[in-house]
Every structure is written in structure tokens, then in C-alpha cells.
């Protein structure tokens, strides 16, 4: 029964941290558009936040010309 439990235990574990994970993505895409939006350049933005540049070009190409002032 114990490792039973250990095994519930470490399965509620994962899917705790990976809904943290996909919650600090969101949290970093909507930062990176706000940044984004207000003029900062792309590699700038990459190095605050640590993200890879290549997410951050991903993330900026789907914003509208109107948000890229």
C-alpha cells in the first residue's frame, strides 16, 4: 500500500509542476508582448527574462504591426 501511495504521490507531484510550467509560459509570453509592444528590442528582451532568442523571435512574429510601434 505504501508504494502505492508513493506512486500517487509522485504522479500528483508531475502534474503539479508541469501546470506550473505551462502557467510560467503564459506568464512569459504575455511579458514578452508587453515588453514587445512598449519598443523593447527582441535581444534584450531574451537576455531580462532568460529565454531562449529564438522563442522570443517566435512569440514577437505573431504580434500585429500595429503592437510593434
Known amino acids: ?3 502505492a501511495w508513493d506512486g500517487a504521490m509522485q504522479m500528483y507531484a508531475d ?3 508541469e ?3 505551462k ?3 503564459e506568464k512569459n509570453r ?3 508582448s508587453r515588453m514587445f509592444s512598449k519598443g523593447y ?3 534584450e528582451i531574451a537576455d531580462m527574462l532568460e529565454i531562449p ?3 522570443v ?3 514577437c512574429a505573431g504580434l500585429t504591426p500595429a503592437a510593434q510601434k
Do not use: I, S, Y
Open 1 to 3: 500500500m505504501c508504494k
Open 15 to 17: 502534474e503539479a509542476r
Open 19 to 21: 501546470e506550473m510550467k
Open 23 to 25: 502557467q510560467q509560459a
Open 30 to 32: 504575455r511579458v514578452v
Open 41 to 43: 528590442p527582441q535581444a
Open 53 to 55: 532568442l529564438k522563442t
Open 57 to 59: 523571435k517566435r512569440w
